[in-house]
């Protein structure tokens, strides 16, 4: 199993819809999860980080489930400004080494 | 904002010539890593640095790499013998724990 896995979509979807992509790790150690968002030929920025408890961020949840060793991002009101490269990051040791899925490709149509 | 640079931007080189990546990560982080994405694929690990040592590398990470922090601000990788394979987009990153990990804007090598 890798240590990261996504769905690499592309999902497309319509402006004003919800989306929602999973992401499964292998390390049931890991201890720290990421949400990223790459546009073409840009460095991956931070999107948010993903607590035990969930978060939400405006228009964006994150949420973890450790039983089952996936994490999950929630976009609602999908807008055209949303259509990017999402990327599952998770820290398997304390610090030693972050780990990217290969990124889930999202599409918003008009 | 604090912010990792790095420069250049874009780097051409000859095949088996040397190269240097340079890049500032944020003043109080403590990691420090290097990651490259070969054009349309994923974002590879390369190595990470803590405590003025490398505490991790990947199987990329061969004897053609090396990474410094010489002044205790820049911290380089350097890529001894260049192969054409190596172009790829090279990222810099520095990292607070549980703050998540941010990255330059990269460099662009390409390997001619």
């Known amino acids: 199993r890798k240590e990261v896995e996504q769905d690499p979509g592309p999902f497309n979807v319509p402006e004003g819809a919800t989306v929602a992509f999973n992401c499964t790790y292998s390390n049931s150690a890991s201890q720290s999860f990421f949400w990223y968002r790459q546009d073409c030929r840009k460095e991956p920025k931070l999107l948010m980080s993903?607590?035990?408890s969930g978060n939400e961020d405006g228009r964006f949840t994150a949420q973890l489930n450790r039983a089952s060793q996936y994490i999950s991002l929630l976009i609602r009101d999908s807008k055209l400004s949303d259509s990017a490269t999402y990327l599952c990051v998770v820290n398997t040791n304390r610090d030693d080494k972050i780990i990217f899925g290969k990124g889930t490709r999202l599409h918003i149509l008009p | 904002e604090p912010e990792v640079t790095q420069t250049p931007s874009h780097q051409v080189t000859q095949m088996g010539q040397e190269v240097i990546l340079r890049c500032v990560p944020i003043?109080?982080?403590?990691?420090f890593y290097w990651y490259r994405q070969i054009l349309g694929q994923k974002v590879e690990f390369l190595v990470s640095f803590y405590n003025n040592e490398i505490s991790e590398k990947s199987e990329i990470f061969d004897d053609q790499f090396s990474v410094e922090r010489p002044d205790g601000s820049n911290f380089t990788l350097k890529i001894r013998s260049t192969k054409l394979e190596d172009s790829a987009m090279y990222f810099c990153?520095?990292?607070?724990?549980?703050?998540?990990?941010?990255f330059g804007q990269g460099t662009r090598l390409t390997v001619v």
């Open positions: 993903v607590y035990s």
């Open positions: 003043s109080n982080h403590l990691y």
């Open positions: 990153a520095s990292y607070m724990l549980d703050a998540g990990a941010f």
